[in-house]
């Protein structure tokens, strides 16, 4: 498995986006968080609590119901957007709420919970182009889902070899879904971006 990590800071004061890898012989995780509250630096703190606890319970023999359960249970003293990634031998598992997007070699398998999603779906159903519409429309950041008061959705797909999947914030997709879409994405011209918003995630390369 070929793995690439990004977090840029955008025109923003202070990043709440926060990402979490981890690799056992029988399976990892990849977590990505968008956080958001008025008070930035109480809330980056306690996000940072909060991945930190949540990634103490999982050891080598924790299934992927126990690491959800684990996620349900603990603490929510923040608002964020939040996907997080159970990679199984051949099997990919999904879990979601808010808008962090899941790719699978340039097409979106995860949904935007919120109004401006909401709204475009009701005519369309290519989840790409949904996801294309989404970034100009007036409601894009109008979250009806979040982690804090909300369960998430979960999805599951098989890997084969070769599979890309991109995990990403929406300040990121918002830039970069043309290229993610389009299978031009690179993590080494990321630093050439110029990012409104904070943009982190993971590239992935299954083996």
Known sequence: MHVEAF???GKRSENLDAIKQIHYEDFSIFFVIDGFNKKESLARQQIENFVEELFTLVNPSTSSSEFITNFKQLDKSFNASVSFLWLEQSKCHVSFC?????????NLKTV???QAWKMCS???VDLNVIGELCI??????VLIKS????????INFDLQSGDEIIIITDGGWQQLHHKITGRLFNTAELCNETFNDNASGYYIKSD
Do not use: A, W
């Not at 808010?98 to 340039?106: K, P």
């Not at 982690?147 to 979960?154: G, L």
């Open 136 to 141: 100009s429309h007036p409601y894009q950041n």
């Open 98 to 106: 808010g808008d962090c997007r899941v790719y699978l070699n340039g």
């Open 112 to 114: 935007d919970h919120t």
């Open 147 to 154: 982690m804090k008061n909300d369960e998430c959705e979960i």
């Open 7 to 9: 977090n840029f800071q």
């Open 122 to 124: 009701r005519r369309i």
